[in-house]
């Protein structure tokens, strides 16, 4: 799995470009893990290059979510495959995970933080 990271104006996204399964589950762990101890709460991990997730994929990103909302921010998918997207509906986790159709549709549903 190959992860990057772009930080916005005031909100972090993570892309994702592979599968997320059980043996890429930590990589993406120590991502979302840096990016929430530097205190970037406001996530958007950007799925369009995300072929397939596993149940180890799903624990990551509702571990991630759980910890982002103790943080006072939030997880938000983008660009989620019909593959994949059949799997968070299965799973019920499409009724947990906002997802947007794409990258700037997800940032911009994060209100602009107040200065």
């Not at 406001?42 to 799903?58: E, K, N």
């Not at 983008?78 to 799973?91: F, I, K, M, T, Y």
Request: a neutral charge; one cysteine or more; glycine letters at 10%.
């Amino acid at each position: 799995m190959e992860i990057t990271v772009d930080q916005q104006t005031h909100v972090t996204v993570v892309g994702l470009a592979g599968s997320l399964d059980a043996f890429t589950a930590d990589a993406l762990v120590s991502a979302m893990g840096a990016q929430l101890r530097a205190g970037n709460t406001r996530l958007v991990a950007a799925f369009a290059g995300v072929d397939y997730t596993s149940s180890a994929g799903l624990r990551v990103l509702l571990g991630t979510l759980k910890d982002a909302r103790q943080r006072g921010g939030d997880l938000r998918l983008a660009g989620v495959q019909e593959r994949v997207q059949r799997v968070l509906d299965l799973s019920g986790f499409s009724r947990i995970l906002k997802c947007y159709p794409d990258v700037p549709s997800a940032v911009a549903s994060f209100p602009a933080q107040q200065s």
